[in-house]
């Protein structure tokens, strides 16, 4: 049975009898993990293998693991440094900065695949213009160029520990202040600024084989008048031809509020998929997951799930040997530098600023 586009999330730490009908239906292609869904990397071990054994191919599993405050597995897991730390620290030393990120994301992406999640969706793409309250320290940098740097070691060393990456929030959520969990931010600037600033660490990540993007419940009225997730133009004309990206487009969560500038559930799966989204994600909502599904149930694409397949992340190391690596130990001790260096000023994890609600 081919991956369907439909990417949806699961209540609890093991699969039950609904679970894996559900997972059974055509129309799915994927599962998103919270931190509701793990107790200990032996359980989350047993979880995804329950999953990855429901159908074939396997569907996939994925994340939000990227440090901070947006990490979902965390007791058991090393507690990973915001992006923008790696950002503050390549001001000073930007080729030990991208060394340092390259081996965190290394590790990030080899503790997940000895426990059976193919990927996390990151790096983060935006520029921390201290404008956004969703993204802050999320971001890298404010510097299109650090952040393109930071995030092509990210990308690398998630590579070499058998990981594809996912690059957010395209074109680029940075540039306003509201939250698109609960708001439908617009951002004014037209294309022009867009494509000198936003767009340049995406355009570098396409450039080196970036294996997924996933778009901005963002309006960008300059250009179209619909969220880039749900915008043909933003989709097909630039990301697709003009930028030349081959990868999946996963949309962001079709639950969130901005996502209602596509009306119904239904309504904005099926504006997300004519967009030009391969998979579609639901979180935190099973009724409207399962009208999806329905919506779906004779959706075919052939091309889009061998897209989705290259997303399978490559055979793990096991957490007995992941630990007595020293790429392992390598990684602890960047860690470690980054908590204790004096002059980078951001906290590791701070506290005053939420973890967004949803997926993303």
């Given at each position: 049975?081919?991956?369907?586009?439909?990417?949806?999330?699961?209540?609890?730490?093991?699969?039950?009898?609904?679970?894996?009908?559900?997972?059974?239906?055509?129309?799915?292609?994927?599962?998103?993990?919270?931190?509701?869904?793990?107790?200990?990397?032996?359980?989350?071990?047993?979880?995804?293998?329950?999953?990855?054994?429901?159908?074939?191919?396997?569907?996939?599993?994925?994340?939000?693991?990227?440090?901070?405050?947006?990490?979902?597995?965390?007791?058991?897991?090393?507690?990973?440094?915001?992006?923008?730390?790696?950002?503050?620290?390549?001001?000073e030393?930007?080729?030990?900065?991208?060394?340092?990120?390259?081996?965190?994301?290394?590790?990030?992406?080899?503790?997940?695949?000895?426990?059976?999640?193919?990927?996390?969706?990151?790096?983060?793409?935006?520029?921390?213009?201290?404008?956004?309250?969703?993204?802050?320290?999320?971001?890298?940098?404010?510097?299109?160029?650090?952040?393109?740097?930071?995030?092509?070691?990210?990308?690398?060393?998630?590579?070499?520990?058998?990981?594809?990456?996912?690059?957010?929030?395209?074109?680029?959520?940075?540039?306003?202040?509201?939250?698109?969990?609960?708001?439908?931010?617009h951002?004014?600037?037209?294309?022009?600024?867009?494509?000198l600033?936003?767009?340049?660490?995406?355009?570098?990540?396409i450039?080196?084989?970036?294996?997924?993007?996933?778009?901005?419940?963002?309006?960008?009225?300059?250009?179209?008048?619909?969220?880039?997730?749900f915008?043909?133009?933003?989709?097909?004309?630039i990301?697709?031809?003009q930028?030349?990206?081959?990868?999946?487009?996963?949309?962001?969560?079709?639950?969130?509020?901005?996502?209602?500038?596509?009306?119904?559930?239904?309504?904005?799966?099926?504006a997300?998929?004519?967009?030009?989204?391969?998979?579609?994600?639901?979180?935190?909502?099973?009724?409207?997951?399962?009208?999806?599904?329905?919506?779906?149930?004779?959706?075919?694409?052939?091309?889009?799930?061998?897209?989705?397949?290259r997303?399978?992340?490559r055979?793990?190391?096991?957490?007995?040997?992941?630990?007595?690596?020293?790429?392992?130990?390598?990684?602890?001790?960047?860690?470690?530098?980054?908590?204790?260096?004096?002059s980078?000023?951001?906290?590791?994890?701070?506290?005053?600023?939420?973890?967004?609600?949803?997926q993303?």
């Open positions: 049975m081919p991956l369907g586009p439909i990417m949806l999330d699961l209540a609890g730490t093991a699969l039950d009898a609904e679970d894996r009908e559900l997972l059974r239906h055509p129309a799915v292609g994927g599962v998103i993990l919270f931190a509701r869904n793990y107790e200990s990397p032996e359980q989350l071990a047993a979880l995804t293998a329950a999953i990855h054994a429901v159908r074939e191919p396997a569907l996939l599993i994925g994340v939000d693991q990227e440090g901070g405050r947006v990490q979902r597995f965390r007791d058991g897991f090393t507690r990973l440094p915001p992006a923008g730390r790696l950002g503050l620290l390549h001001r030393r930007p080729a030990h900065a991208r060394a340092v990120c390259e081996s965190i994301a290394w590790l990030m992406a080899a503790e997940l695949r000895a426990v059976g999640v193919d990927f996390s969706f990151a790096p983060v793409l935006d520029l921390d213009r201290g404008i956004s309250r969703v993204i802050g320290d999320r971001g890298f940098s404010p510097d299109p160029q650090a952040v393109g740097e930071l995030a092509s070691s990210w990308m690398r060393g998630a590579r070499q520990a058998g990981m594809a990456s996912v690059g957010k929030h395209f074109p680029g959520h940075g540039g306003v202040e509201a939250d698109s969990h609960t708001e439908l931010p951002d004014e600037r037209p294309f022009v600024d867009l494509d600033e936003d767009l340049v660490p995406f355009r570098r990540l450039d080196q084989g970036l294996e997924a993007m996933m778009p901005a419940h963002v309006i960008y009225p300059r250009i179209d008048p619909r969220p880039a997730g915008s043909p133009i933003w989709l097909r004309e990301l697709r031809r930028l030349g990206f081959q990868g999946v487009i996963f949309s962001d969560d079709l639950n969130m509020e901005a996502a209602g500038a596509g009306g119904s559930h239904v309504e904005r799966a099926q997300a998929a004519a967009a030009g989204c391969d998979m579609l994600l639901i979180c935190n909502n099973r009724p409207a997951a399962v009208s999806i599904l329905a919506a779906f149930k004779d959706h075919r694409d052939p091309a889009t799930s061998l897209r989705l397949l997303m399978h992340g055979k793990p190391l096991d957490r007995v040997r992941l630990h007595e690596s020293p790429e392992w130990h390598r990684a602890l001790g960047h860690i470690a530098e980054l908590e204790s260096h004096d980078l000023e951001l906290p590791l994890d701070d506290p005053t600023t939420p973890e967004p609600r949803t993303s």
